[in-house]
């Protein structure tokens, strides 16, 4: 009577699953956010309450190779619940009021006066977003916004910790939230 020979099963097949796990651990992590995407509620409460409606925010991306600069009015901020357990994301209800011209990265930055310039943006309209906690930078006062992730003391990497804008954005935008402010009253 013959042994039977155990069956091994080719290289090939060890290594198509081994790549199989590998691509499915990197979509799942990348579903996860980006770096501050998806929080726990406390964090995500303590960013609602520093984004009291109305408010300024800027958004962009200091980790991007290339990214545009925004300034968003924010009229809204709500919690809601994530795919994953225990994990809640900040979504805002804004506009755009303004744009910067030239795409920037962290490199650049600081950006001297004469040479940051933005438009405002008139039929944008207003829109939903989640926000990624380490990409978006509040009023800290003045020309000055600060990492959110970072004010709230967030272990985040942004290559750029506060942004500095021109005065004259950051004063109309300040006079457009003031106007609104007396219109509510």
């Known amino acids: 009577m013959r042994t039977p020979i155990p069956y091994r099963r080719p290289l090939h ?10 691509i499915v651990a990197v979509l799942t992590g ?3 956010g980006d770096q501050l995407q998806w929080n726990s509620l406390s964090v995500c409460e303590a960013a609602a309450s520093s984004l009291t ?3 300024l925010i800027v958004s962009f991306c200091s980790r991007a190779d290339r990214d545009e600069v925004q300034l968003w009015q924010v009229s809204g901020a709500q919690i809601a619940a994530t795919s994953a357990p225990g994990l809640f994301e900040l979504i805002v209800s804004a506009s755009v009021l303004y744009t910067s011209d030239s795409t920037y990265s962290a490199a650049d930055f600081p950006v001297p006066d004469e040479l940051w310039t933005f438009h405002p943006v008139q039929e944008e309209g207003a829109f939903t977003v989640g926000i990624d906690l380490a990409y978006v930078y509040v009023w800290i006062g003045g020309r000055s916004f600060r990492c959110l992730g970072r004010l709230l003391g ?24 003031q106007a609104l402010g007396q219109e509510s009253h």
Request: glycine share 4%; charged share 10%; hydrophobic share 50%.
């Open 13 to 22: 097949v060890k290594r198509m699953a081994l790549f199989g796990c590998l």
């Open 30 to 32: 990348s579903c996860l």
């Open 53 to 55: 409606a109305p408010s």
């Open 154 to 177: 967030l272990d985040c990497s942004v290559g750029v910790a506060t942004l500095r804008l021109p005065p004259s954005v950051v004063e109309q935008s300040i006079a457009h939230l």
